[in-house]
């Protein structure tokens, strides 16, 4: 793991990209309804890291399942090392905003994935 990582914001698909947000990587399984590519300002579409299908589908952005959505997506980030390793290689070298395109922005997967991120600092 890189000593030196740079910082990780989360963005909604749908918000205007801002000069600030670094490297955009869209960190959904599936590409946001409505958004054409060039709007969506994406510099990587990390399908991988994204929750399982199983598990999105589970999850249903139920915010009473979101404890127990954190626990499982927190496991499958552990077992995803390819991903992983991925994102720390982007961090090492420049500040990045995960995009993604879920409505609800207390209880969705982006907000995991940075908390998994940075504790690993």
């Known amino acids: 793991m890189p000593a030196h990582r740079h910082a990780i914001a989360i963005k909604r698909a749908y918000a205007a990209p801002d000069e ?3 490297y955009r990587i869209l960190v959904d ?5 409505g958004l054409g590519k060039d ?6 579409w990390l399908k ?3 929750p399982s299908p199983a598990l999105r589908v589970w999850f249903g952005h139920d915010p009473a399942r979101f404890a127990e959505f954190r626990r499982r997506y927190d496991a499958e980030l552990k077992s995803n090392t390819a991903a992983v390793a991925q994102m720390d290689r982007i961090l090492a070298q420049t500040p990045v905003t ?3 395109a879920a ?10 994935l940075k908390n998994f991120l940075e504790s690993r600092r």
């Open 29 to 33: 399984r599936l590409w946001p309804r």
């Open 98 to 100: 995960l995009v993604y």
């Open 48 to 50: 991988e890291i994204a």
């Open 103 to 112: 409505k609800d922005e207390t209880h969705n997967h982006a907000i995991v």
């Open 20 to 22: 600030d947000d670094g």
């Open 39 to 44: 709007a969506a300002h994406v510099d990587l």
